[in-house]
């Protein structure tokens, strides 16, 4: 069966990596066979009928003050519990999928290496492609068919397309299911799958900057958890479950089913778990025992 890998990227907007979120530049999205991105298109589809939005873009969402006061935003005085609902029905659709996705501190590579002429996003598009092969040994071991690649499109940026490509053929040497690659614009069925894509990039950009640059703990939030559920053991994520965000997992569990459906199909193996009794606490609750 073939296999189809939607990405994005984010924070790609200063190849210096000094302007404020562009530090840490990511592409990330999903891959799943096809027939489930059909499946998926028919149910993100039905989400964003019911809430009367055209598609869904992360950084327009996330943008509280912009969708209160711009008349021609489909969030346009949208009160806070109805977009915490929207954002996790959608959420838990796109989480079904496998998470894949590359990262790199590219402020720091600036500071480093100074005379270094490579195009900057060579480096997360390595990262990427390596993630890639990773993910497919672990989910899909015995997969010989070729793997097609659909990118959101990136107008007018000839360096961004040529390096990606020239990254794709290099990959290609090394695993022959490495398919030919596309771009396409979210908005277009079929390619909705771009549109939670969109939603994981966003949200990984977020999480890489303290990670990488800072050396913090990684603070993950319920909806990081709900959208990298089916992340592969022993992977870069593994946010710590803490006292309080496992109450507010299982707040929002009570609050949205959508919440409730993505939580109870977490293993918790690549979890760093804050305690056992913790950890039980929140899967009996979940259980409804």
């Known amino acids: 069966m073939k296999i189809v890998v939607y990405a994005d990227e984010s924070g790609t907007h200063d190849p210096t990596g000094q302007q404020k979120g562009s530090e ?9 066979y096809l027939e489930n991105w059909t499946t998926f298109c028919n149910e993100w589809e039905a989400v964003l009928d019911r809430y009367k939005v055209p598609y869904f873009h992360f950084r327009d969402f996330d943008d509280r003050d912009d969708r209160k006061t711009n008349t021609k935003s489909p969030y346009y005085l949208w009160n806070d519990d109805k977009a915490e609902a929207f954002k996790y029905e959608l959420a838990e659709i796109a989480g079904r999928h496998i998470p894949i996705g590359g990262m790199y501190n590219l402020r720091e590579h600036k500071k480093l290496y100074k005379e270094d002429k490579t195009y900057s996003y060579t480096y997360v598009f390595f990262t990427f492609f390596r993630d890639l ?3 497919v040994s672990t989910h899909y071991p015995h997969l010989t068919e070729k793997i097609s690649f659909f990118f959101d499109q990136k107008k007018d940026d000839e360096k961004w397309v040529s390096a990606l490509h020239k990254m794709a053929a290099e990959y290609r040497k090394k695993d022959g299911r490495i398919g030919e690659l596309a771009f ?8 909705w799958p ?13 999480l890489a900057v303290p990670r990488l640059e800072k050396k913090e703990l990684q603070i993950a939030t319920t909806f990081d958890i709900i959208l990298q559920r089916n992340i592969r053991p022993n992977r870069r994520f593994r946010p710590t479950i803490t ?18 459906r993505a939580l109870n199909e977490l293993t918790g193996t690549y979890f760093h778990l804050h305690s056992l009794e913790t950890t039980n606490h929140v899967r009996t609750k979940l259980s409804g025992n």
């Open 24 to 32: 840490v530049p990511v592409i990330s999205g999903y891959m799943d």
């Open 243 to 260: 006292p309080a965000l496992s109450k507010e997992m299982l707040e929002l569990s009570e609050k949205h089913p959508s919440v409730k």
């Open 184 to 191: 396409a614009d979210k908005r277009d069925y079929p390619h």
């Open 133 to 135: 092969i990773e993910a």
């Open 194 to 206: 771009l549109q939670a894509a969109d939603m994981i990039a966003f949200r990984s950009r977020r």
